[in-house]
């Protein structure tokens, strides 16, 4: 039986943090569903489709990842149920910092309480990109930065097109 993980996020835009958990999870796992959430609850630059579309684009374009390891989908519901339509038990989530370890601790628990069978595994990325935030990128985009160190070709196209 093939070990299936989800990494549930809003990717917007995808970043090398997000990148980094996404190769260190492949080592670890049969396949990769990373799940873009289309909640409507959060103020997004990218619809849904639009992050989608820049996150194949990222992965598959760009760094040449593997399709048959990796699966890109929208979903709008609690990842327990994306967890269960993929048949994983089995949640990914990235860390940057101490800061990000308490909201990602009592999500893990949520999710443990929603379905006891679920496991949160934490990634980090790599020590450069660390720092890197979705948020970051998009305002260094927007005033007209560097980004090259950040995200991939693709993304920094999408991202330029979005503010220009």
């Excluded at 089995?90 to 860390?95: A, F, N, V, W, Y």
């Excluded at 308490?102 to 309480?113: H, S």
């Excluded at 927007?142 to 999408?158: A, E, N």
């Amino acid at each position: 039986m093939s070990k299936i993980a989800i990494y549930p996020g809003t990717f917007d835009p995808i970043t090398f943090g997000h990148i980094d958990v996404i190769k260190k999870s492949l080592k670890l796992f049969d396949k990769i569903v990373v799940g873009v959430s289309d909640v409507s609850n959060k103020n997004y630059l990218f619809n849904s489709d639009e992050r989608i579309e820049i996150v194949n684009e990222a992965l598959f374009k760009d760094l040449k990842l593997s399709r048959k390891k990796i699966k890109v989908v929208s979903f709008g519901s609690l990842t327990t149920d994306l967890c269960k339509k993929y048949k994983s038990n089995i949640i990914l989530r990235g860390l940057r910092a101490v800061s990000d370890f308490e909201y990602e601790f009592q999500l893990a628990g949520m999710n443990r309480k929603l379905n006891q069978n679920i496991e949160t595994i934490f990634l980090m990325s790599d020590l450069e990109n660390q720092i890197i935030s979705s948020k970051f990128v998009k305002e260094i985009v927007k005033l007209k930065g560097d980004i090259k160190k950040f995200t991939t070709k693709s993304t920094i196209k999408s991202l330029k097109d979005k503010y220009e």
